[in-house]
């Protein structure tokens, strides 16, 4: 499963690392050509938060990920 979203504020990376570290299977956030794993808050920090990434979840259908993740979708205006 793969969304756009965009963690703009240090409050929200720390709230998704939160929850990701309640899965039991891998997440990565890719902006660019740079990869991390979602559940490494300093992994998430070495990344442009001023832009979007790609949450890659390796999972068949999570419906608490895709409520975890709702608020930080990034949809272009």
Do not use: N, W
């Not at 929850?19 to 902006?31: C, H, K, N, V």
């Not at 991390?36 to 999972?59: E, Q, Y």
């Amino acid at each position: 499963m793969t969304k756009k979203m965009q963690l703009a504020r240090i409050e929200d990376v720390k709230a998704f690392v939160r929850f990701a570290m309640t899965r039991d299977y891998d997440m990565e956030l890719s902006s660019g050509r740079y990869v991390v794993d979602a559940k490494s808050i300093m992994g998430i920090f070495s990344l442009d938060l001023t832009r979007p990434m790609v949450l890659t979840a390796h999972c068949d259908a999570d419906a608490e990920l895709d409520a975890a993740v709702a608020p930080y979708l990034y949809t272009e205006e």
